[in-house]
């Protein structure tokens, strides 16, 4: 079985007529036929689900998130307010704090450091939101608020090496150039340094290109197998610090229960810790809308986890009393998504429902129902696909 | 088929593929070099979608709309207000959290701002159907 993988769009949704028709021109047309997608992504799909016109909120339609890497343009958009661009010029990424040495980078002094690459998923906290029962305030994200992307930059460990970190320092807060309107609270947030040292990069690249302005360019951080929330926009100061950053957006918002509570209940700021890694999740991509009972079709999607590898991802006809496995795609980096598909044979005529779930590499795996929290962060229940089967 | 069509079935497969082709991968495409010709680059979307952050929701007419429009729109667009389906007491610590924040918002019209929000995106509203757009710009 040909899993998908960044180039290739099988034509599960073509008819056979068109099918032949696109056979043809390809065979004689190669040229044309793959002008009809853009990285990976057939041109009919490359479109964003508008959640928030201003400040811009987007989410990217599960049918483009088929690619190991998300095209920058098909990327999902969060903004907490409307950004002002900086540009590359006269931009500095500030170092301060615990440190013994503290530096000012300038966007060509980043691009001299030593490289790295991650390839990881990102998601925001908040995808799925949509999904929770009774509704929480928010955006009201659905599935498609995450995309998969190779980020370019330097190792936030090397940047603090050479300001000589001091021992005292056991928070980085980071900071970013865009500003609240009116009384707002500004979007200031902080990591543990044992995972800033560990993982975090500042990435000025994405998939290639010069960061673009709306994922946060010139610069951002990176924080593979966390929530996006971490992962600092338009980043400008970077300061150690021997406690953690105070204010709404570490306070108040991004919290989550520390043991869950019913659905409904809010519980009191004691009861409550900060969003960090991402839950185990897998999401369907291309469910095919009709099958023919006796013939084939090929369900596909992705899966991630906090964990560095998804180790199984299994599909269920029965609401989870029997599960089979999906087939993995190779193509894998720690923390990166694994696309899958799953070859099905429908035998019954009539209205299917299959789902998924995946399997993390500590082993947490994906739970039928999403733990209802009041902020509404990280769903990550079973998705279902419907499929009408005919005979 | 006989020997004379093929050739002729080649060119009509040929012009097909061409046909299918009507959206052009712009950032791929060879650049080509004739003088004086305009240079034409199709987008690699459906331009009938509009721009991400262009077509915004309009608030329900009603007794509280003013209001809604004066708190809500300075900062952020109507679809975040429209999307939601919360009750009163959740729309009421919003508008709390929004007034706090800096939203115009009379003392004194709190209640009607919050009963305009219960009766038109509380638990009760029709499905909210989110806008398509074309993919984020560079």
Known sequence: MKTSGKGSAPPLSLDRRRFLALAGAAALAPGALLARFSEGVPVGRRRMIQRNGYAVDAETPLDALTTYLTPNDLFFVRNHWNPQYTGHRGWALTV?????????????????????????????????RGLFEPPVPGIQWKYGAVGNARWGGVRVKDILDRAGLKAEARHLHSFGTDKPPVHVPPFH?????????????????????????????????????WAGVHWMKWLDRLSAQPEAQKGFYMETAYRYPKELGAPGVVLPASEMRGVTELFVKSSVTEPPARARAGSPVVLRGFAFSGAPDVV????????????????????????????????????????????????????????????????????NGWHAASIEVES | MTRRARPLAAVALIL????????????????????????????????????????????????????????CLACHSGDIVAQQRLTEKQWAAEVTKMAV????????????????????FGPGAPKYEPVLTRPVGR
């Not at chain 1, 290639?208 to 951002?220: D, Y």
């Not at chain 1, 894998?332 to 590499?361: E, Q």
């Open chain 1, 96 to 128: 301060d704090g615990e440190v013994e040495r503290p530096l000012r980078l300038s966007a060509s002094d980043l691009r001299r450091m030593p490289r790295t690459e991650v390839t990881c998923v990102l998601q925001c906290a908040g995808n799925g």
């Open chain 1, 189 to 225: 947030r902080s990591i543990e340094i044992e995972k800033v040292l560990a993982d975090a990069i500042v990435a000025d690249e994405m998939n290639g290109e010069p960061l673009p302005a709306p994922h946060g360019g010139p610069a951002r951080l990176v924080v593979p197998g």
């Open chain 1, 312 to 379: 199984k991802v299994e599909i269920s006809e029965d609401e989870g009393q029997t599960w089979r496995p999906a087939e993995l795609d190779p193509q894998h980096d720690p923390w990166a998504w694994r696309l899958w598909s799953f070859r099905w044979v429908p035998s019954v005529p009539g209205p299917h429902t299959l789902w998924a779930r995946a399997t993390d590499s500590r082993g947490a795996v994906q739970p039928k129902d999403a733990p209802w929290n009041p902020s509404g962060y990280l769903h």
């Open chain 2, 16 to 71: 097909c593929g061409l046909l299918l082709a009507d959206e052009v991968d712009a950032k791929k495409r060879p650049r080509r070099k004739k003088s004086g010709a305009a240079k034409t680059v199709r987008p690699n979307f459906d331009t009938r979608l509009p721009l991400l952050g262009t077509r915004l929701v309009a608030f329900p007419a009603g007794p509280g709309k003013p209001l809604a429009e004066r708190a």
């Open chain 2, 101 to 120: 924040w800096g939203a115009d918002i009379p003392q004194d019209k709190r209640e009607e701002l919050v009963a305009y929000l219960v009766n038109n």
